[in-house]
């Protein structure tokens, strides 16, 4: 049961933090702040705020509105060239996990050589060791999803080979985060959903991988537990300061289980889903395939079923007495959530594909698969993949 703990990221947390941030410690004075190519970050008054703070605390700063929905290399690349252009000291991610993570990635290539593929472990990463340490990150979610405002990585498209993967280091964990749940009440329904089951599915990934983890275990459960029982009052009331807070707390938890600990597979097996198809949000993906995901280890692993028990009393199923009582209740919130209906044919998606996914999954994020307590064969990827399909 040892672990090694180590999140080296100061985080401030609740309603109207963002006022905090001028008093915080910055670690540069000319910032690249990051945000999607969407209009919300403007619109809501979120990148107007977060200057006013920056101009208060005596930095500069230049704006990469560039960031797509799932970050792609080239954004990386872009960001990075606009980060020297511009004399940047550090890096400002402002918005959801694709602004955040795409920060993270340009911070790595700004001082750095050569193309951010280069430096990738998998697929068909360089493998490369990076020379210089990549600029310091501030982290500034305006979702509660990916918890990556506490931890190292970021996940990257490459357009071109279709791979979607993660990279990062000790080095590229935010050295500040602010996490205000007043930058999330603008989140519509769907989307609130979407990122909701990302930070959910980090935690039931990592409670039911093949390591013993007692830090990770006790973060898991009550990440569980905030998001599981909120997260559909924020889908219905998207205005409840409570219930964003309680998501947001699940998310930020989550981003520390993945510090601690590591995801398994249902991970690496959305990755191809929204690599071929960049309209899937992630969460969405995860979404379709976790019903079929979580009753296979139901079905063939009978030593997690006091794990998915645990699970399902985390999120509200205080009576649970059978492991699946956890898919029932996940599928219960899904409903409650209104993404109960998602189908990956409504993406263009063939069962035609699921081989192809395999592969992918495989040659990008193998590890994932060998933290798996059940040992998946591409035969069972196939028939999880199949009966996901709708």
Same mark, same amino acid.
């Given at each position: 049961?040892?672990?090694?703990?180590?999140?080296?990221?100061?985080?401030?947390?609740?309603?109207?933090?963002?006022?905090?941030?001028?008093?915080?410690?910055?670690?540069?004075?000319?910032?690249?702040?990051?945000?999607?190519?969407?209009?919300?970050?403007?619109?809501?008054?979120?990148?107007?705020?977060?200057?006013?703070?920056?101009?208060?605390?005596?930095?500069?700063?230049?704006?990469?509105?560039?960031?797509?929905?799932?970050?792609?290399?080239?954004?990386?690349?872009?960001?990075?060239? =606009?980060?020297?252009?511009?004399? =940047?000291?550090?890096?400002?991610?402002?918005?959801?996990?694709?602004?955040?993570?795409?920060?993270?990635?340009?911070?790595?290539?700004?001082?750095?050589?050569?193309?951010?593929?280069?430096?990738?472990?998998?697929?068909?990463?360089?493998?490369?060791? +990076?020379?210089?340490?990549?600029?310091?990150?501030?982290?500034?979610?305006?979702?509660?999803?990916?918890?990556?405002?506490?931890?190292?990585?970021?996940?990257?498209?490459?357009?071109?080979?279709?791979?979607?993967?993660?990279?990062?280091?000790?080095?590229?964990?935010?050295?500040?985060?602010?996490?205000?749940?007043?930058?999330?009440?603008?989140?519509?329904?769907?989307?609130?959903?979407?990122?909701?089951?990302?930070?959910?599915?980090?935690?039931?990934?990592?409670?039911?991988?093949?390591?013993?983890?007692? +830090?990770?275990? +006790?973060?898991?459960?009550?990440?569980?537990?905030?998001?599981?029982?909120?997260?559909?009052?924020?889908?219905?009331?998207?205005?409840?300061?409570?219930?964003?807070?309680?998501?947001?707390?699940?998310?930020?938890?989550?981003?520390?289980?993945?510090?601690?600990?590591?995801?398994?597979?249902?991970?690496?097996?959305?990755?191809?889903?929204?690599?071929?198809?960049?309209?899937?949000?992630?969460?969405?993906?995860?979404?379709?395939?976790?019903?079929?995901?979580?009753?296979?280890?139901?079905?063939?692993?009978?030593?997690?079923?006091?794990?998915?028990?645990?699970?399902?009393?985390?999120?509200?199923?205080?009576?649970?007495?059978?492991?699946?009582?956890?898919?029932?209740?996940?599928?219960?919130?899904?409903?409650?959530?209104?993404?109960?209906?998602?189908?990956?044919?409504?993406?263009?998606?063939?069962?035609?594909?699921?081989?192809?996914?395999?592969?992918?999954?495989?040659?990008?994020?193998?590890?994932?698969?060998?933290?798996?307590?059940?040992?998946?064969?591409?035969?069972?990827?196939?028939?999880?993949?199949?009966?996901?399909?709708?």
């Amino acid at each position: 049961m040892s672990f090694s703990f180590h999140v080296p990221t100061n985080l401030v947390f609740g309603q109207g933090a963002i006022q905090k941030l001028h008093k915080q410690r910055l670690p540069g004075k000319h910032a690249l702040i990051v945000i999607s190519s969407g209009k919300s970050t403007r619109a809501n008054g979120y990148l107007d705020i977060v200057q006013d703070q920056l101009t208060q605390a005596g930095v500069t700063y230049t704006v990469f509105d560039k960031i797509l929905a799932n970050p792609v290399l080239d954004n990386v690349m872009d960001g990075a060239a =606009c980060a020297r252009a511009n004399g =940047c000291d550090f890096v400002l991610g402002l918005g959801g996990g694709s602004s955040i993570d795409a920060a993270k990635a340009i911070a790595m290539m700004a001082p750095n050589e050569g193309n951010y593929w280069d430096y990738m472990y998998g697929g068909t990463g360089g493998g490369k060791k +990076m020379k210089n340490k990549p600029l310091p990150i501030v982290a500034i979610p305006t979702t509660a999803g990916t918890g990556t405002e506490l931890d190292a990585w970021t996940v990257v498209t490459n357009e071109e080979t279709k791979e979607k993967m993660s990279g990062g280091n000790k080095n590229t964990f935010p050295v500040l985060s602010i996490v205000d749940p007043d930058f999330m009440l603008s989140v519509p329904p769907k989307f609130t959903a979407y990122q909701g089951f990302d930070a959910l599915f980090h935690s039931t990934e990592s409670y039911i991988n093949n390591t013993n983890n007692l +830090m990770r275990d +006790m973060l898991a459960l009550r990440a569980i537990e905030a998001v599981g029982r909120s997260l559909a009052t924020a889908c219905q009331d998207g205005k409840n300061v409570q219930a964003r807070e309680q998501v947001a707390f699940g998310s930020s938890l989550s981003g520390m289980v993945m510090s601690v600990d590591n995801l398994c597979s249902e991970h690496a097996m959305e990755h191809p889903l929204s690599a071929y198809y960049h309209e899937i949000a992630h969460g969405a993906g995860l979404i379709m395939l976790s019903r079929a995901y979580y009753t296979h280890f139901v079905e063939h692993c009978p030593e997690l079923h006091d794990r998915f028990i645990d699970m399902a009393k985390a999120m509200g199923k205080t009576d649970a007495k059978e492991p699946m009582d956890f898919v029932t209740a996940l599928v219960d919130l899904q409903k409650a959530c209104g993404v109960d209906e998602l189908k990956m044919s409504d993406y263009g998606i063939t069962p035609e594909e699921f081989p192809k996914f395999v592969d992918n999954a495989r040659s990008t994020m193998g590890i994932l698969f060998k933290l798996d307590r059940l040992k998946l064969t591409d035969e069972d990827l196939v028939k999880i993949y199949t009966e996901s399909y709708r």
